[in-house]
């Protein structure tokens, strides 16, 4: 069974083509976080079709949130200099929002761990 979940974030906006049958193509990469690991991500290469690949490049941009169901697909090429290589890429089944709209365009409060705190009690506050 050649079945792959994946939650992670778009590294950037998907690179959509029309083939001369009309059918869509799409290809993007995403960052995913290994378990256990807050410092270790890996880039992985995916690419979608048809109703799929569309949905992708309207509604994911970079940074975006994006949980996938995809199989891995093995492609043997020859490069530029005559060296055989193999490449794995995923191909997207479906597709799924990993956050909400609202999720996304909230401003992210960020505090310092070293910022001074401030209590109403203070009695040096300005105001």
Known sequence: MNVCIFTG?????????KLNNGKSVCNFSVAVPRDFS???????????????????CQYFEKGAKINLTAHAQQSQFVDK??????KVEFVADRVEFGESRADREAPQLVVE???PQLSVYDEDLPF
Do not use: E
Request: hydrophobic content about 45%; proline content about 3%; glycine content about 2%.
């Open 9 to 17: 974030r778009m590294v950037r906006p998907a690179d959509l083509k």
């Open 38 to 56: 807050k410092d270790k991500v890996d880039f992985l290469d995916f690419v979608a079709f048809d109703k799929t690949a569309d949905f992708i």
């Open 81 to 86: 200099n005559g060296m055989h290589r193999n």
């Open 113 to 115: 761990k070293d910022a």
